[in-house]
């Protein structure tokens, strides 16, 4: 499966973007979907993730992000508001190796190219 991230750029602390990950391939909806995000000189880290169970954010970006996914269109969003500079990161999507992907990198097995979020202050 290929996994292709857009929507990233440069925005004002305070404002609001929307990612969207397409992923190629059939059974899409069968697989969890997530979000990682890895800042300058910081290991890549969780965000969000989307399954069969629900929703999960990282305590960071609780209240602010919202994760959804379309199955029709094989696609899967991250809405980010209320931005922080601290948010400044490239944001990958990923494909969960099963229906219940988490917050541990490792339950997932496709990621896509990372697309850079910069938010100033």
């Known amino acids: 499966v290929q996994l292709q991230a857009s929507g990233g750029g440069l925005v004002q602390a305070g404002g609001s973007l929307k990612l969207s990950c397409v992923a190629s391939g059939r059974a899409f909806r069968n697989y969890g979907m997530g979000w990682f995000r890895q800042a300058p000189g910081k290991e890549r880290e969780f965000v969000a993730a989307?399954?069969?169970?629900?929703?999960i954010y990282a305590d960071s970006v609780q209240g602010r992000f919202i994760i959804s996914r379309d199955n029709a269109e094989n696609t899967v969003y991250l809405e980010m508001n209320s931005l922080k500079p601290e948010d400044t990161a490239v944001y990958y999507c990923?494909?969960?190796?099963?229906?219940?992907?988490?917050?541990?990198?490792?339950?997932?097995?496709?990621w896509g190219q990372g697309t850079q979020v910069t938010v100033s202050s």
């Open positions: 990923a494909q969960g190796a099963t229906a219940y992907s988490n917050r541990d990198a490792r339950s997932y097995k496709s």
């Open positions: 989307v399954n069969w169970s629900g929703k």
